[in-house]
């Protein structure tokens, strides 16, 4: 087994009194999809927010290439070639393709004080990575990212992690806000990363989407690993179930109609 690129050891995140994070280990290898899934609230952001640099664990270790590391700001890990892409592709509406590819590291043309931005060239540069990840619909680096979709801000965004050297990918709930096609889009993107050989952290809480591209799934419930397997182990049901809190979807089904029942067709205040 080769050394995973990033993995967490023992990891516990608080804030004052309130423990969000409760010994998370996990590891990444390069070429692997590991699926983070759990619930509104299970601590998913908190974590990669603490592998992107915002947050410091309170204890516990992060290692890369097997050697512990430590970042002061999301700068650090960036450098180390961490890149996180959020759920709407982190881009402003109104800057150009190219601008929005190259931001913070404009290619220029000219010497000294005479050098300008080098429009074309970044534009160029900007088109062809991203039809290398197989978005052909973009074609022109003039055009402003308010005109793309939600799939291919996510998609854009992905092509300039990786174009920029990103060893790690870190996606949190990149298709929770796309329609079907371009999910799937999205998808097909993080599996082309994959076979590029990057790292990649999956969050979602939609298991159709962890198991259209993980190899590996942690499931997290209330800032605790409950559960951690590789593709093929679990059901769609198991996955599902594990997720609710090992309430079972049927149990859960139940309760529903047995509460509506009881309400007589009117909800009770206490529920409105
Ligand atoms: N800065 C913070 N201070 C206090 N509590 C926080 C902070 N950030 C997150 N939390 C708490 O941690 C829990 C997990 O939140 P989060 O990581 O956003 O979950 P998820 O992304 O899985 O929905 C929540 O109960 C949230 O209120
Ligand atoms: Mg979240």
Redesign the pocket.
Same mark, same amino acid.
């Given at each position: 087994m080769t050394t995973p690129v990033l993995e967490l050891r023992s990891v516990d995140k608080s804030? @004052?009194p309130?423990d969000?994070l409760h010994k998370i280990s996990l590891k990444v290898r390069a070429g692997e999809v590991l699926c983070l899934l @759990?619930?509104?609230?299970?601590?998913?952001?908190?974590?990669i927010k603490t592998l992107a640099g915002v947050h410091k664990p309170t204890r516990g270790q992060i290692l890369m290439d097997g050697k512990e590391v430590s970042f002061d700001r999301p700068r650090d890990a960036q450098d180390m070639g961490i890149a996180t892409v959020h759920q709407f592709g982190g881009t402003f509406p109104l800057m150009s393709i190219g601008r929005s590819f190259f931001v913070g590291a404009e290619p220029t043309k000219g010497w000294g004080p005479f050098k300008i931005y080098d429009r074309k060239k970044a534009n160029e540069i900007a088109v062809k990575a991203v039809q290398d990840f197989g978005i052909t619909r973009v074609d022109d680096g003039d055009r402003l990212i308010g005109g793309l979709s939600g799939g291919e801000r996510q998609s854009l965004a992905i092509a300039r992690a990786v174009h920029f050297g990103a060893r790690v990918l870190i996606l949190d709930e990149p298709t929770a806000a796309l329609g079907v096609k371009q999910a799937a889009h999205v998808l097909r993107i993080v599996k082309e990363a994959q076979r590029r050989g990057l790292a990649v952290i999956f969050i979602t809480h939609q298991v159709m989407h962890a198991m259209a591209v993980g190899d590996h799934f942690a499931v997290?419930i209330r800032?605790a690993v409950a559960a951690d397997f590789v593709k093929g182990q679990k059901s769609r049901e198991e996955i599902t179930d594990l997720m609710a809190g090992g309430e079972t979807m049927a149990d859960l089904e139940a309760q529903i109609s047995s509460d509506l029942a009881t309400a007589d067709g009117h909800p009770s205040p206490a529920t409105l």
């Amino acid at each position: 087994m080769t050394t995973p690129v990033l993995e967490l050891r023992s990891v516990d995140k608080s804030f @004052g009194p309130i423990d969000v994070l409760h010994k998370i280990s996990l590891k990444v290898r390069a070429g692997e999809v590991l699926c983070l899934l @759990g619930d509104n609230g299970a601590g998913k952001s908190t974590l990669i927010k603490t592998l992107a640099g915002v947050h410091k664990p309170t204890r516990g270790q992060i290692l890369m290439d097997g050697k512990e590391v430590s970042f002061d700001r999301p700068r650090d890990a960036q450098d180390m070639g961490i890149a996180t892409v959020h759920q709407f592709g982190g881009t402003f509406p109104l800057m150009s393709i190219g601008r929005s590819f190259f931001v913070g590291a404009e290619p220029t043309k000219g010497w000294g004080p005479f050098k300008i931005y080098d429009r074309k060239k970044a534009n160029e540069i900007a088109v062809k990575a991203v039809q290398d990840f197989g978005i052909t619909r973009v074609d022109d680096g003039d055009r402003l990212i308010g005109g793309l979709s939600g799939g291919e801000r996510q998609s854009l965004a992905i092509a300039r992690a990786v174009h920029f050297g990103a060893r790690v990918l870190i996606l949190d709930e990149p298709t929770a806000a796309l329609g079907v096609k371009q999910a799937a889009h999205v998808l097909r993107i993080v599996k082309e990363a994959q076979r590029r050989g990057l790292a990649v952290i999956f969050i979602t809480h939609q298991v159709m989407h962890a198991m259209a591209v993980g190899d590996h799934f942690a499931v997290l419930i209330r800032g605790a690993v409950a559960a951690d397997f590789v593709k093929g182990q679990k059901s769609r049901e198991e996955i599902t179930d594990l997720m609710a809190g090992g309430e079972t979807m049927a149990d859960l089904e139940a309760q529903i109609s047995s509460d509506l029942a009881t309400a007589d067709g009117h909800p009770s205040p206490a529920t409105l």
